[in-house]
């Protein structure tokens, strides 16, 4: 039994580290896109007044880090919300908590959909500067895409003043933001477990690293008041959660083969980022056999911080570069407010299923598997 349990335990453990590797990739490559290859001359199509180059985004960074801050938060702002909401998702999915030291072992994998009112923005009314304005004379639109918008749509055509340059704005990627998790939940005194997420640093790549901790704590109050002895109708319960990602990655830009500037320190550069998620549930259920459907009310809310840090090179004309420190800094609430759970636990013997949706700032799904007693 504890060689089953243990194997079972190292495969959830394996696939919940490549999911992991997978996602933060696809945040990596989001900057990326927006700061780092720019920086390299390798962003923007230069279309429009002829006057556009593959390092006008990097002019912007240049003359006006606070706007490339603005269009990055706009554009990758649907990413927040759906992962904001997937880190407070898959904690429970009974108001009924374990009996002492039996646990319940568990991933599971929440998809957020991006509705239509966040895959794309006007760029002109996020609080630009003057210096970065929309071409009037050659964009097709002032509506840019985000992260979750249109793949193949046309894009507004920026124009950064100081520098004659412009540049496009990018697509979209996907509509669906997915958020792995995985939880060991063991049973306590008095009606009460705990819940615990914690994965050790993993590794991505040669130069990056992601790691997880979090904690949640559950307790059903209906056993509180029922009379000693007597069955009671349902389970309702109270639960509070918290959990918190960092992650890190180290980059290397360097400056354009044939260029010269101000000699810089670049070896500083890096990508520090954390999203944590907080909720406060009731829940309510009933336990029909082997089937445990339920309901639940949250209020939630999720926080991203996120910054790429260091000294960055930008090119500045065909034979020099200048050098721009700290280009991005975005410190917000993702998502705040309430949300609304329905689904049902599944109990095979040794084996369990999950599945709920939830309605809030977005709707969205989970389900999962896991082993318990």
């Not at 700061?35 to 002019?59: D, E, H, L, P, R």
């Not at 792995?180 to 009460?192: D, Y």
């Not at 336990?287 to 090119?315: D, H, I, M, R």
Request: hydrophobic share 35%; glycine share 10%.
């Amino acid at each position: 039994m504890y060689i089953y349990v243990q194997q079972k335990y190292n495969s959830i453990y394996n696939l919940k580290c490549n999911i992991m590797k997978k996602f933060y990739a696809l945040i990596t490559t989001i900057i990326l896109l927006f700061i780092v290859t720019v920086a390299n001359a390798q962003y923007g199509n230069g279309n429009g007044n002829g006057n556009g180059s593959g390092n006008s985004f990097g002019q912007l960074i240049k003359s006006s880090p606070a706007d490339a801050t603005l269009l990055f938060q706009n554009y990758a702002e649907p990413m927040f919300k759906g992962f904001g909401i997937g880190l407070n998702s898959g904690w429970n999915n009974t108001a009924k908590t374990k009996k002492l030291l039996h646990f319940d072992l568990r991933i599971t994998a929440n998809v957020a959909q991006i509705p239509n009112s966040d895959q794309s923005f006007d760029v002109t009314k996020i609080g630009l500067s003057s210096n970065l304005t929309v071409d009037k004379n050659n964009s097709p639109t002032n509506i840019a895409p985000t992260f979750g918008g249109s793949k193949n749509g046309p894009t507004p055509l920026m124009d950064i003043g100081t520098t004659g340059k412009t540049f496009s704005m990018p697509n979209g990627i996907i509509q669906y933001v997915p958020a792995p998790n995985i939880q060991l939940t063991i049973g306590l005194v008095h009606n009460t477990d705990i819940t615990i997420r914690a994965t050790p640093t993993i590794k991505i790549g040669s130069s990056g690293s992601v790691g997880i901790i979090g904690f949640g704590i559950k307790h059903d109050i209906i056993q509180d008041f029922a009379p000693k002895g007597k069955p009671y109708p349902f389970d309702l319960a109270i639960a509070v959660n918290y959990n918190k990602i960092s992650y890190n990655e180290t980059l290397n830009v360097q400056p354009d083969a044939g260029t010269t500037g101000s000699p810089s320190d670049f070896s500083n550069q890096r990508v520090n980022g954390s999203f944590s998620g907080f909720n406060v549930q009731a829940i309510i259920s009933k336990k029909l056999l082997f089937f445990t459907p339920f309901l639940a009310v949250a209020y939630q809310t999720a926080n991203t911080s996120l910054g790429v840090l260091g000294n960055y090179p930008v090119t500045t004309s065909p034979g020099g570069y200048s050098t721009v420190t700290d280009p991005v800094h975005i410190n917000e609430t993702s998502i705040s407010g309430l949300r609304a759970d329905i689904g049902f636990q599944l109990n095979l013997a040794i084996l369990r299923i999950y599945a709920s949706v939830s309605e809030g700032q977005y709707l969205s799904g989970n389900a999962g598997i896991g082993l318990g007693f």
